[in-house]
């Protein structure tokens, strides 16, 4: 059985998704780390901040959401980032 693979939204590399956070949008169009993984349409990124910060740069959450409103909290993805990432 092969894991399910997704595309980080920084660096654009592919890993299983189990090494990925996930987001997704919540209420306000902000763009939030989604640690229950609880669907809807969701991106992929390393937990990592060199590629939270690609992907911030390269507009990359109005492309995986599809949609020019979002919003976000720069501070706060880090923070969880960190916390849902950090078990290395
Ligand atoms: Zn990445």
Known sequence: MTAPVRTC???GATAPQVELVRLR???????????????????????????????LKRRA????????????DGAALRRGLTAVGGRD
Not at 28 to 47: C, E, Q
Not at 62 to 67: E, G, L, N, S, W
């Open 9 to 11: 939204l920084g660096c």
């Open 25 to 55: 949008v919540a209420e306000g169009a902000m763009v939030i780390v989604d640690a229950k993984r609880s669907g809807g349409r969701g991106g992929w990124l390393h937990p990592a901040e060199a590629c939270l910060e690609r992907a």
């Open 61 to 72: 959450f109005a492309r995986a959401f599809k949609r020019g409103d979002l919003q976000w």
